[in-house]
């Protein structure tokens, strides 16, 4: 379906604020062509009640933030 159909997965990411989820299905999107955006620029989450990918508005990243950033940085 993603061959023939424009597809963005939104708001992707995990509660526990690490990346081994976002790794796996970025890497597999990636793959397919497929868009994505990550969930949340939150700093008052903190992972505790969602997903967040700061842990303060200086922009310092979760584990779920530094996974994503690489994975962009990668697509370079």
Same mark, same amino acid.
Request: net charge positive.
């Given at each position: ?23 796996? #299905?970025?890497?597999?999107?990636? $793959?397919?062509? =497929?868009? *994505? ?7 008052? +989450?903190?992972? !505790?009640?969602?997903?967040? #990918?700061?842990?303060?508005?200086? $922009?310092?990243? =979760?584990? *779920? ?7 962009? +940085?990668?697509? !370079?």
């Amino acid at each position: 379906m993603i061959a023939k159909v424009s597809v963005i997965a939104g708001e992707i990411g995990e509660r526990d604020c690490a990346d081994t989820y976002i790794d796996a #299905l970025t890497k597999w999107l990636d $793959g397919r062509s =497929t868009s *994505y955006l990550a969930w949340a620029w939150n700093a008052e +989450r903190r992972c !505790k009640s969602g997903t967040s #990918l700061i842990t303060s508005y200086a $922009g310092t990243p =979760t584990g *779920y933030g530094r996974g994503y950033r690489s994975r962009l +940085r990668s697509l !370079k």
